[in-house]
């Protein structure tokens, strides 16, 4: 069975401070992994998607790593702001349409 | 900015009814899903559809499911007798040819009593 794991399932920072979220995935033949924030009772935003062959993804203050060998992915974000606050999911592809999620990364910053 | 809508927001149905959920994937956008949360848990893929037909199903997706592409524009999901356990947030996703990033919509809450 496909595993994905998010450590910490919780994280409070003061503004401003750089974080970074971890993902990690027990199967490593991967086809890609995205990268999603969920607000409180809403849908998904799509953040980052970085396919197998790639090894990190940038989008503003965001920066996405993938290290397939090792099984992990990790989402880097700096200089944080209040509105950043949300919970991260990972989630991995082995065939490019199915995706299986992580229980998510629950952040909040600190004005 | 395209983006995906689903309707009802929120439907309450008792134990036994079929419920129909309703997506208006991005129109251009050939690739369709449909996902589930149950409240506290995980995000669980249900099912992928492209080319008017099922590409992939999960083990959730038995015979009570059903999808269907009615017309050019929206993609829905069908539950024929729904039970309490199927209580859930839906989530419709799409994606466009040649890109894997897949868009999701606000989600169905629904309610099952």
């Known amino acids: 069975k496909q595993e994905v794991t998010q450590i910490p399932a919780a994280l409070s920072v003061p503004e401003g401070e750089n974080l970074v979220l971890n993902c990690s995935f027990t199967?490593?033949?991967?086809?890609?992994l995205q990268w999603f924030r969920q607000d409180p009772g809403k849908g998904l935003t799509s953040l980052l998607l970085i396919q197998s062959s790639q090894r990190e993804q940038t989008s503003g203050r965001l920066n996405a790593s993938l290290d397939k060998s090792s099984g992990r992915s990790t989402l880097y974000i700096a200089a944080s702001q209040p509105g950043d606050s949300a919970t991260y999911l990972c989630?991995?592809?082995?065939?490019?349409?199915?995706?299986?999620f992580g229980t998510g990364t629950s952040l909040t910053v600190i004005p | 900015e395209p983006e995906v809508t689903q309707t009802p927001s929120h439907q309450v149905t008792q134990m036994g009814q079929e419920v129909i959920l309703r997506c208006v994937p991005i129109s251009n956008h050939l690739y369709f899903y449909w996902y589930r949360q149950i409240l506290g848990q995980k995000v669980e893929f249900l099912v992928s559809f492209y080319n008017n037909e099922i590409s992939e199903k999960s083990e959730i997706f038995d015979d009570q499911f059903s999808v269907e592409r009615p017309d050019g524009s929206n993609f829905t999901l069908k539950i024929r007798s729904t039970k309490l356990e199927d209580s859930a947030m839906y989530f419709c996703?799409?994606?466009?040819?040649?890109?894997?990033?897949?868009?999701f919509g606000p989600g169905t809450r629904l309610t099952v009593t």
């Open positions: 199967d490593s033949a991967i086809y890609n």
């Open positions: 989630a991995v592809s082995y065939t490019g349409n199915q995706f299986y």
């Open positions: 996703a799409s994606r466009a040819l040649g890109s894997y990033e897949q868009y």
